[in-house]
């Protein structure tokens, strides 16, 4: 089997805990991985303002990717980004206002919410930062550019009202869940998986070379471009579907468990964890 030389791991539900922290282990893993030769990153879906402490304890030197993919950055400063303007969206946002759907806007000078919603405080808490709110009566923000935009509340309503509106868009975008109650817009083409590719190239890495990990749908078009595409215990059934590996287990143990089989060739952790339970 061809070596693993960069691992890019998605952060929420993935590399993370429950408690949206980082293990012990999972920084034990990472640092040994690296200290072996191997280049690690991440893939979220979140702003750069709120990956700091995550990039500040793994001590991330290679660039990683934000906004699902429509930014690529290091510790430096946004390297490439892409984003498109807001204006021919207004209704979406204003019918997904009137269904009870949060709307957030993703851009350069921070996160801001349509308007202030259930929603929009649990995802300040999940996230640890604070949104700024737009006034939904006033213009001046139409002519706005955006990095994404962010959908909250319950799936089937919102893509039905995303289908509801499909027509009077004269621009394409890509359409991705992250997570059971968030759809997200993108500008079109771009996806984790696309900025994966800019990354190996940037890099100089083969796709045989990479292990991606992840749990949920916007994760997909990240493994499968990947040499092996790791699914962690708790992910999506149509990740799992899709991926070169299942982990036994969930979160970052999973991710550690990944690392363990195919840059170590060690057995998976909760095999080990069996093991100990056994013997003591």
């Avoid at 213009?139 to 893509?159: N, S, T, Y």
């Amino acid at each position: 089997m061809t070596p693993i030389r960069l691992i890019v791991s998605d952060l929420d539900g993935t590399l993370l805990s429950p408690l949206h922290e980082l293990t012990d282990s999972v920084q034990a893993a990472v640092r040994r991985f690296v200290q072996e030769g191997g280049m690690f990153t991440i893939a979220t879906g979140r702003v750069r303002a709120t990956v700091t402490t995550v990039v500040e304890q793994l001590d991330l030197v290679h660039p990683f990717i934000l906004c699902n993919g429509s930014v690529l950055s290091d510790r430096a400063g946004v390297l490439e980004t892409n984003s498109f303007a807001v204006e021919e969206l207004i209704p979406l946002f204003r019918e997904a206002d009137r269904e009870g759907i949060a709307v957030l806007l993703f851009g350069e000078e921070g996160i801001r919410s349509y308007r202030r919603l259930a929603q929009i405080e649990q995802f300040e808490i999940k996230e640890n930062i604070r949104c700024g709110e737009l006034d939904a009566w006033s213009l001046h923000w139409h002519k706005d550019e955006v990095q994404k935009i962010l959908l909250i509340g319950e799936m089937e309503r919102i893509r039905r009202v995303w289908e509801s509106q499909l027509l009077g868009f004269a621009n394409r975008y890509a359409v991705l869940q992250s997570e059971d109650d968030y759809l997200e817009v993108l500008p079109e083409n771009q996806s984790k998986g696309a900025a994966l590719e800019r990354l190996m190239e940037l890099l100089q890495v083969r796709p045989e070379e990479v292990m991606a990990i992840g749990n949920q749908l916007n994760d997909l078009d990240m493994i499968q471009r990947a040499g092996i595409g790791v699914a962690v215990a708790n992910s999506h059934p149509g990740l799992i579907e899709h991926a070169d590996y299942v982990t036994q287990a969930s979160y970052g143990d999973g991710v550690v468990e990944a690392i363990r089989r195919f840059c170590f060739g060690e057995s998976g952790l909760v095999e080990e964890q069996a093991q100990e339970e056994e013997a003591g």
